[in-house]
């Protein structure tokens, strides 16, 4: 199975920092790298597919990109509605797996 | 617009099974597969499994072979995922999420929660 390593656990933010989440796969995984944001009690939205591209209706201060097995979720200007848990998924093959989780939490 | 409305909230025995519901609407409900994803309380997102609603094909994860049965009715747009056996360990929120080349719409999760 591919593990996708995830960092930081959590980070503490102000409003509109600017805020990196990183994700290692384990193994080659070309572009297939998905971020989603999970708010408590509530399923995860997607927010970047395939490395990069900005699902729709997603605000355009999320973006992603990669180097390598390493691939960065960045938020440039953090809102209040931002708040929440972030997690990669790769997408290449089967098992889909998942990284642990980035809590962002006010500061 | 997409919308995957999963069942309500289950209490079970160990031992016993249980089945999950998600129906969707919105699209094509056999152009995408639907994956079944777990949550347990503040941990992370793990995979179960997926089904292919036009063919009915379906893969697993190992952890799940032979506890786990993914199935569907295209007349009425619903997916089901059946867990037999269940232990304390099966307490978690269960998504259902709609894939093409990767999930992107996900149901509102149905918690499921294993208790003597």
């Known amino acids: 199975d591919i593990q996708m390593t995830q960092s930081p656990s959590s980070l503490s933010a102000s409003v509109g920092d600017r805020v990196t989440i990183t994700c290692r796969a384990s193994?080659?995984?070309?572009?297939?790298l998905n971020w989603y944001q999970q708010k408590p009690g509530k399923a995860p939205k997607l927010l970047i597919y395939?490395?990069?591209s900005l699902q729709s209706g997603v605000p355009s201060r999320f973006s992603g990109s990669a180097s390598g097995t390493d691939f960065t979720l960045t938020i440039s200007s953090l809102q209040p509605e931002d708040f929440a848990t972030y997690f990669c998924?790769?997408?290449?093959?089967?098992?889909?797996?998942f990284g642990q989780g980035t809590k962002v939490e006010i500061k | 617009q997409v919308q995957l409305v999963q069942s309500g909230a289950e209490v079970k025995k160990p031992g016993a099974s249980v089945k999950v519901s998600c129906k969707a609407s919105?699209?094509?409900?056999?152009?995408?597969?639907i994956n079944w994803v777990r949550q347990a309380t503040g941990q992370g997102l793990e995979w179960m499994g997926y089904?292919?609603?036009?063919?009915?094909?379906?893969g697993y994860a190992q952890k799940f072979q032979g506890r786990v049965t993914m199935t569907r009715n295209t007349s009425i747009s619903v997916a089901y995922m059946e867990l037999n056996s269940l232990r304390s360990e099966d307490t978690a929120v269960y998504y259902c999420?709609?894939?093409?080349?990767?999930?992107?719409?996900w149901g509102q999760g149905t918690l499921v929660t294993v208790s003597s």
């Open positions: 395939t490395t990069s």
């Open positions: 998924q790769q997408s290449y093959n089967s098992p889909l797996t």
């Open positions: 089904m292919n609603p036009n063919s009915g094909n379906t």
């Open positions: 919105g699209y094509t409900f056999t152009s995408y597969d």
């Open positions: 193994q080659s995984i070309s572009k297939y």
């Open positions: 999420a709609r894939d093409y080349t990767h999930p992107d719409f």
